[in-house]
Nanobody, 115 residues
């Protein structure tokens, strides 16, 4: 059974940085796409960034130039480097992984940016 476990969230001041990690276990296949989504209180879950197996990336406009997604295909891990954080980045961040047949989600990690 595939499990995704996020880590690296926390409380940081505006302008600071955090690095999120997503550890995948239980899968012998590489994920076609790995991504990060976030959900703030009272808002819908939204895409933050995603990366394909050939390292093609896609970012939400609100994080372009500040966040960088990467992956380690050998370990089936994904990372999100978040710089110049803003209070509006406060949310629960979820790891997502997609194969040809299935989609998986982690439990989420809280990121709180204070002003």
């Amino acid at each position: 059974q595939v499990q995704l476990v996020e880590s690296g969230g926390g409380l940081v001041q505006a302008g600071g940085s955090l690095r999120l990690s997503c550890a995948a276990s239980g899968s012998i296949f590489r994920f076609n796409v790995m991504g990060w989504y976030r959900q703030a209180p009272g808002k819908q879950r939204e895409l933050v960034a995603r990366i394909t197996i050939v390292d093609s990336t896609d970012y939400a406009d609100s994080v372009k130039g500040r966040f960088t997604i990467s992956r380690d295909n050998a370990k089936n891990w994904a990372y999100l480097q978040m710089n110049s954080l803003k209070p509006e980045d406060t949310a629960v961040y979820y790891c997502n992984a997609v194969t040809l047949r299935n989609e998986y989600w982690g439990q989420g990690t809280q990121v709180t940016v204070s002003s």
